[in-house]
Antibody
Framework: EVQLVESGGGLVQPGGSLRLSCAASGFTFSSYAMSWVRQAPGKGLEWVSAISGSGGSTYYADSVKGRFTISRDNSKNTLYLQMNSLRAEDTAVYYC???????????????WGQGTMVTVSS | DIQMTQSPSTLSASVGDRVTITCRASQSISSWLAWYQQKPGKAPKLLIYKASSLESGVPSRFSGSGSGTEFTLTISSLQPDDFATYYCQQYNSYSLTFGGGTKVEIK
């Protein structure tokens, strides 16, 4: 079964850091670009960051550029999001998502994790 | 960045109704558009990709159309399980962007 499981969320103070993980199973992880998408409480979906299957190309939303870093370890089938200088407006459920077609940089997301909650508050 | 505008933001409908949701892109995205369904507390679920291709396992009452800047999601006969929030998303280029969502409520 194709599955994504996020972890690492929690409560952090403004200015703090957190690293999210997304464990993948059931597919050839290294063949697929992956993204992080977040959803603030009661709000819509916001794409955060993406990484190619090899890890050689990364992309960020302007709202997180310079503060968040996406990476992946294909030997561990795991995606990461390092979040630094966190702000109250980063409070959200963070989902990892897999693109539908292998070797494609841009595509629809066919598999999503269950999400992990990040709360930035003092 | 490409802006995605969905309408309406809320829609009240009854079981059996035909429902149409519109999504407009601020510039042409060819057919690089997806539709998702999200229920409270759950992750989004892919319904339609490449504007009109039905994802495997999704009921045939869902359909998508459009290209360029105007797109629609149609539910031919609304079922109780369809009451949810629907999002469009463009994947023509980074930054990827979502529409604001359309909540389909029971009338």
């Amino acid at each position: 079964e194709v599955q994504l499981v996020e972890s690492g969320g929690g409560l952090v103070q403004p200015g703090g850091s957190l690293r999210l993980s997304c464990a993948a199973s059931g597919f050839t992880f290294s063949s697929y670009a992956m993204s992080w998408v977040r959803q603030a409480p009661g709000k819509g979906l916001e794409w955060v960051s993406a990484i190619s299957g090899s890890g050689g190309s990364t992309y960020y939303a302007d709202s997180v550029k310079g503060r968040f870093t996406i990476s992946r370890d294909n030997s561990k089938n795991t995606l990461y999001l390092q979040m630094n200088s966190l702000r109250a407006e980063d409070t959200a459920v963070y989902y990892c998502a897999k693109v539908k077609r292998d070797y494609d940089t841009y595509d629809a997301f066919d598999i999503w994790g269950q999400g992990t909650m990040v709360t930035v508050s003092s | 960045d490409i802006q995605m505008t969905q309408s309406p933001s809320t829609l009240s409908a009854s079981v059996g109704d035909r429902v149409t949701i519109t999504c407009r892109a601020s510039q042409s995205i060819s057919s690089w558009l997806a539709w998702y369904q999200q229920k409270p507390g759950k992750a989004p679920k892919l319904l339609i990709y490449k504007a009109s291709s039905l994802e495997s396992g999704v009921p045939s009452r869902f359909s998508g159309s459009g290209s360029g800047t105007e797109f629609t999601l149609t539910i031919s006969s609304l079922q109780p399980d369809d009451f949810a929030t629907y999002y469009c998303q463009q994947y023509n280029s980074y930054s990827l962007t979502f529409g604001g969502g359309t909540k389909v409520e029971i009338k």
